[in-house]
C-alpha cells in the first residue's frame, strides 16, 4: 500500500527517488522503512515506463 505518497505517478517519482538519494540505500530499506509494498510501487511507477535501477538506486 502507498498511504502517504502522491497519487500521481509523476510526482511519486520525483518523491522516490529523492528519498533513495537522500535518505535509503536501496529499494528495499525504502520500503521496509516506509512500511510500503515494493511490488506496488514499481508497478506504479512502471505506469510511466520507469524501472528501478540498483546500481543507480534510482528509477530511470
Given at each position: 500500500m502507498l498511504s502517504g505518497l502522491p497519487g500521481d505517478p509523476v510526482i511519486l517519482l520525483?518523491?522516490?527517488?529523492?528519498?533513495?538519494?537522500?535518505?535509503?540505500?536501496?529499494?528495499?530499506?525504502?520500503?521496509?522503512?516506509?512500511?510500503?509494498?515494493?511490488?506496488e510501487l514499481t508497478q506504479k511507477l512502471g505506469m510511466i515506463d520507469y524501472t528501478y535501477d540498483a546500481g543507480r538506486n534510482q528509477f530511470i
Open positions: 520525483g518523491v522516490i527517488n529523492t528519498k533513495l538519494r537522500d535518505f535509503y540505500p536501496s529499494l528495499e530499506a525504502l520500503c521496509d522503512d516506509m512500511q510500503i509494498d515494493a511490488c
